[in-house]
C-alpha cells in the first residue's frame, strides 16, 4: 500500500508537468509575467524533487516485496518437495526441481512487479494525464484515444504466441539443468569413456533451444514498439493538425494546446508499458503456472488425522501380503513374513526379487497398494512418519553424506549427541582411525555426496551414523558391500556388537555374511519361497542351495 502511495505521487508530478506547460507558455510567452516566471521555475523544482522521492520509495519497496517474495516462494516449493513420496522423485528430473525453485519463483516477483506497477505507476500516471487532456480539450483526447482498440486487437494476437513459445523455454531449461547434474555426478564416467563430445552436443542442442526460444519472446515482444510507434505518431499528427488549426484559425488557447501536447507526449511511454504488459506478463506467468502445479501437488505420504506418536517395545516387524507395483511393473506380489523380535533376519535372493522394496515400505518410503506392515502389532500407518523413523536406523548400499563436516554427517543419526558420542560412534563403526587423518579430522568436509572420501570410508561414516541413532530396529542393506576384507571384519564385529539385543533386517547378496543370521527369509519375483537357518535352506536343496553354489567352489565352503 506505501509502495502504490509512492506510485501515485509519481503519477500526480508527472500529471503536473504537463499541467504547467500551460502556464508557461500564457504567462511566460505571451504575458511576460518576470514573477510569474520565479513561481513556475519554484513549482517545477518542487515537482522534480517530489517525483524523485516517491520513485525513490517506490523502487526500494518493491525490490524488498520482491526479493522477500523469492524467498518465501522457494521455502514453500523446499518444504513442499521434500514432503513428497519416493514417487515423486523417481518420476522427476532434478533439472524440473531446481527450475520451478529457481527460475518459476522469479516468474512470480516479475509478473507481480509488472501488475504492481502497471496499475500504480503507469495507470495512475495515464489516468492523470488524461485528466489534463480531457481539461485542456475534450475532442482532441477522443483523437487520441482512437488508436486503442486496434493496439489491443494486435496485442492478443501476440500473447497467444508468447505462451506457447514460454512453455517450450521451460523444457529446454530444465535439460540444462539435468545435464549438469549428469555431467558432474557421473564425471568419472564421463572421463573413462570419453564422452565429452557427446555430452557437449547435448548441452549445444540444450542451449541452443533456449537461446532460439528466447529470441522468439524477444522478437514477440519488440513487435509492440512498431505497432505503438506507427499508431502512436498517427495520432500526434492528428492532434497537431486539429490543435495548430484550433490556435491559428479558432484564436484558441496557445498554453491550453502545448499542455495537452506535453501530456500526450509523457503519457506516450506509460502506454507503450502497458501495450508490452500482457506480451511481458504471458511469459512469467507460465513460469508461475508450473510453480502452482508442483505446490498444488498433493502429498500422499502424510500422517493420518489420528496418528500417535510411537515408542518399539519388542520390535517384532510383520509383513502381511503386501503387494506393491513401481509403476506398472510389479515389486512385490504377495510378500508375507516375520522378523522376531531382538533377532537377526536376513533377506537374500536375485536382484530385482523385491528386498530393498520391502525396506522402502518399512520406511514408509512408499505405502503399500494392499496388505499391511506392523511393528509390534500395530500399523505403521497408524503412527507419525517422524516417530516411525526414529525408531528405525538405515544404512543402505548407496551411501550418501551430504557436504558437510564429518562431524555432522555422523550427528543426522542423533542431532542432539554430544562429541564424545559422536567420536565413540565413529571409534565403534572403525572411523576413527582415517578420521584423524584428514586435515581438520572430524571438522574436513565429506564433499558433495562424499565424493571427498572413498566408497569404503563413506560406509563406515553411514554405520556410524546409524550406531549414534541406536534405534531399536537396524536395517542393513548391503552395508559392508564397499568394504576391502579387513576392514569387513572390522565392521561385522561393530555390527555385531550394534545387532544385539536389536531386530535387525539384513539384506546382503554375499551369503557368507549372512550365514550366521537366526532367520534367512529368501524371495523370488516378489514372494517368500523358503525360510530357516542357513543349514536348514542348505539341506533343503532349493533356490536358497543354488544361490550358494554359484557363490561357493564347493558346498564345504558353503557349510
Same mark, same amino acid.
Request: proline share 3%; charged share 20%.
Given at each position: 500500500?506505501?509502495?502504490?502511495?509512492?506510485?501515485?505521487?509519481? !503519477?500526480?508530478?508527472?500529471?503536473?508537468?504537463?499541467?504547467?506547460?500551460?502556464?508557461?507558455?500564457?504567462?511566460?510567452?505571451?504575458?511576460?509575467?518576470?514573477?510569474?516566471?520565479?513561481?513556475?521555475?519554484?513549482?517545477?523544482?518542487?515537482?522534480?524533487?517530489?517525483?524523485?522521492?516517491?520513485?525513490?520509495?517506490?523502487?526500494?519497496?518493491?525490490?524488498?516485496?520482491?526479493?522477500?517474495?523469492?524467498?518465501?516462494?522457494?521455502?514453500?516449493?523446499?518444504?513442499?518437495?521434500?514432503?513428497?513420496?519416493?514417487?515423486?522423485?523417481?518420476?522427476?528430473?532434478?533439472?524440473?526441481?531446481?527450475?520451478?525453485?529457481?527460475?518459476?519463483?522469479?516468474?512470480?516477483?516479475?509478473?507481480?512487479?509488472?501488475?504492481?506497477?502497471?496499475?500504480?505507476?503507469?495507470?495512475?500516471?495515464?489516468?492523470?494525464?488524461?485528466?489534463?487532456?480531457?481539461?485542456?480539450?475534450?475532442?482532441?483526447?477522443?483523437?487520441?484515444?482512437?488508436?486503442?482498440?486496434?493496439?489491443?486487437?494486435?496485442?492478443?494476437?501476440?500473447?497467444?504466441?508468447?505462451?506457447?513459445?514460454?512453455?517450450?523455454?521451460?523444457?529446454?531449461?530444465?535439460?540444462?539443468?539435468?545435464?549438469?547434474?549428469?555431467?558432474?555426478?557421473?564425471?568419472?564416467?564421463?572421463?573413462?569413456?570419453?564422452?565429452?563430445?557427446?555430452?557437449?552436443?547435448?548441452?549445444?542442442? !540444450?542451449?541452443?533451444?533456449?537461446?532460439?526460444?528466447?529470441?522468439?519472446?524477444?522478437?514477440?515482444?519488440?513487435?509492440?514498439?512498431?505497432?505503438?510507434?506507427?499508431?502512436?505518431?498517427?495520432?500526434?499528427?492528428?492532434?497537431?493538425?486539429?490543435?495548430?488549426?484550433?490556435?491559428?484559425?479558432?484564436?484558441?488557447?496557445?498554453?491550453?494546446?502545448?499542455?495537452?501536447?506535453?501530456?500526450?507526449?509523457?503519457?506516450?511511454?506509460?502506454?507503450?508499458?502497458?501495450?508490452?504488459?500482457?506480451?511481458?506478463?504471458?511469459?512469467?506467468?507460465?513460469?508461475?503456472?508450473?510453480?502452482?502445479?508442483?505446490?498444488?501437488?498433493?502429498?500422499?505420504?502424510? =500422517?493420518?488425522?489420528?496418528?500417535?506418536?510411537?515408542?518399539?517395545?519388542?520390535?517384532?516387524?510383520?509383513?502381511?501380503?503386501?503387494?506393491?507395483?513401481?509403476?506398472?511393473?510389479?515389486?512385490?506380489?504377495?510378500?508375507?513374513?516375520?522378523?522376531?523380535?531382538?533377532?537377526?533376519?536376513?533377506?537374500?535372493?536375485?536382484?530385482?526379487?523385491?528386498?530393498?522394496?520391502?525396506?522402502?515400505?518399512?520406511?514408509?518410503?512408499? =505405502?503399500?497398494?494392499?496388505?499391511?506392515?506392523?511393528?509390534?502389532?500395530?500399523?505403521?500407518?497408524?503412527?507419525?512418519?517422524?516417530?516411525?523413523?526414529?525408531?528405525?536406523?538405515?544404512?543402505?548400499?548407496?551411501?550418501?553424506?551430504?557436504?558437510?563436516?564429518?562431524?555432522?554427517?555422523?550427528?543426522?543419526?542423533?542431532? =542432539?549427541?554430544?562429541?564424545?558420542?559422536?567420536?565413540?560412534? !565413529?571409534?565403534?563403526?572403525?572411523?576413527?582411525?582415517?578420521?584423524?587423518?584428514?586435515?581438520?579430522?572430524?571438522?574436513?568436509?565429506?564433499?558433495?555426496?562424499?565424493?571427498?572420501?572413498?566408497?569404503?570410508?563413506?560406509?563406515?561414516?553411514?554405520?556410524?551414523?546409524?550406531?549414534?541413532?541406536?534405534?531399536?530396529?537396524?536395517?542393513?542393506?548391503?552395508?559392508?558391500?564397499?568394504?576391502?576384507?579387513?576392514?569387513?571384519?572390522?565392521?561385522?564385529?561393530?555390527?555385531?556388537?550394534?545387532?544385539?539385543?536389536?531386530?535387525?533386517?539384513?539384506? !546382503?547378496?554375499?551369503?557368507?555374511?549372512?550365514?550366521?543370521?537366526?532367520?534367512?527369509?529368501?524371495?523370488?519375483?516378489?514372494?517368500?519361497?523358503?525360510?530357516?537357518?542357513?543349514?536348514?535352506?542348505?539341506?533343503?536343496?532349493?533356490?536358497?542351495?543354488?544361490?550358494?553354489?554359484?557363490?561357493?567352489?564347493?558346498?564345504?565352503?558353503?557349510?
Amino acid at each position: 500500500m506505501l509502495a502504490f502511495v509512492f506510485m501515485g505521487l509519481v !503519477a500526480a508530478t508527472t500529471a503536473a508537468t504537463a499541467w504547467i506547460m500551460k502556464d508557461v507558455v500564457n504567462e511566460v510567452f505571451i504575458n511576460r509575467e518576470i514573477t510569474m516566471v520565479y513561481a513556475i521555475a519554484a513549482a517545477v523544482v518542487v515537482i522534480f524533487v517530489v517525483k524523485g522521492a516517491a520513485t525513490y520509495g517506490q523502487t526500494l519497496l518493491l525490490q524488498r516485496i520482491g526479493n522477500n517474495m523469492i524467498a518465501n516462494l522457494q521455502r514453500r516449493i523446499y518444504q513442499h518437495v521434500v514432503q513428497q513420496g519416493l514417487t515423486y522423485f523417481d518420476e522427476t528430473s532434478f533439472g524440473d526441481i531446481g527450475t520451478r525453485l529457481s527460475h518459476n519463483s522469479r516468474a512470480a516477483r516479475a509478473a507481480l512487479e509488472m501488475v504492481i506497477t502497471s496499475l500504480g505507476r503507469d495507470v495512475f500516471t495515464l489516468i492523470g494525464l488524461l485528466f489534463v487532456m480531457i481539461a485542456q480539450d475534450p475532442v482532441m483526447s477522443v483523437i487520441a484515444l482512437v488508436i486503442m482498440p486496434p493496439v489491443i486487437i494486435l496485442v492478443t494476437k501476440l500473447v497467444r504466441r508468447v505462451r506457447k513459445v514460454a512453455k517450450s523455454q521451460f523444457v529446454s531449461m530444465t535439460d540444462i539443468l539435468s545435464l549438469v547434474k549428469e555431467t558432474a555426478s557421473g564425471i568419472r564416467i564421463v572421463k573413462a569413456f570419453g564422452v565429452e563430445g557427446f555430452l557437449k552436443e547435448r548441452m549445444d542442442k !540444450a542451449i541452443g533451444d533456449v537461446e532460439v526460444q528466447s529470441n522468439k519472446i524477444a522478437r514477440l515482444t519488440a513487435r509492440t514498439s512498431p505497432i505503438m510507434e506507427t499508431l502512436g505518431g498517427l495520432a500526434v499528427a492528428g492532434i497537431i493538425l486539429y490543435g495548430g488549426y484550433s490556435v491559428i484559425e479558432l484564436d484558441k488557447d496557445p498554453g491550453g494546446f502545448f499542455a495537452f501536447i506535453t501530456a500526450l507526449l509523457l503519457s506516450y511511454e506509460p502506454a507503450k508499458r502497458l501495450a508490452r504488459l500482457n506480451v511481458a506478463l504471458s511469459n512469467q506467468l507460465v513460469g508461475v503456472r508450473l510453480m502452482y502445479e508442483l505446490l498444488d501437488r498433493p502429498v500422499v505420504l502424510r =500422517d493420518k488425522p489420528d496418528a500417535r506418536n510411537f515408542t518399539v517395545e519388542r520390535g517384532e516387524v510383520a509383513f502381511e501380503n503386501i503387494v506393491f507395483r513401481y509403476k506398472d511393473a510389479p515389486a512385490l506380489t504377495g510378500f508375507s513374513m516375520v522378523a522376531p523380535p531382538g533377532k537377526v533376519t536376513a533377506l537374500v535372493g536375485a536382484s530385482g526379487a523385491g528386498k530393498s522394496t520391502a525396506f522402502s515400505l518399512l520406511e514408509r518410503f512408499y =505405502d503399500v497398494e494392499s496388505g499391511s506392515i506392523s511393528i509390534d502389532g500395530i500399523d505403521i500407518r497408524d503412527v507419525t512418519l517422524a516417530s516411525l523413523r526414529d525408531n528405525i536406523a538405515l544404512v543402505n548400499q548407496d551411501t550418501f553424506l551430504f557436504d558437510l563436516s564429518i562431524r555432522d554427517n555422523i550427528a543426522l543419526g542423533r542431532t =542432539d549427541a554430544s562429541e564424545a558420542e559422536i567420536m565413540e560412534a !565413529a571409534k565403534a563403526a572403525n572411523a576413527h582411525g582415517f578420521i584423524m587423518e584428514l586435515p581438520g579430522g572430524y571438522g574436513a568436509s565429506a564433499g558433495e555426496g562424499g565424493l571427498q572420501l572413498s566408497g569404503g570410508q563413506r560406509q563406515r561414516i553411514a554405520i556410524a551414523r546409524a550406531m549414534l541413532r541406536d534405534a531399536p530396529i537396524l536395517l542393513l542393506d548391503e552395508a559392508t558391500s564397499a568394504l576391502d576384507a579387513e576392514a569387513e571384519a572390522k565392521i561385522q564385529s561393530a555390527l555385531s556388537r550394534l545387532m544385539a539385543g536389536r531386530t535387525t533386517l539384513v539384506i !546382503a547378496h554375499r551369503l557368507a555374511t549372512v550365514r550366521d543370521a537366526d532367520k534367512i527369509v529368501v524371495l523370488d519375483r516378489g514372494k517368500v519361497v523358503e525360510e530357516g537357518t542357513h543349514d536348514e535352506l542348505f539341506a533343503a536343496d532349493g533356490i536358497y542351495r543354488r544361490l550358494c553354489d554359484l557363490q561357493f567352489r564347493t558346498p564345504d565352503a558353503a557349510a
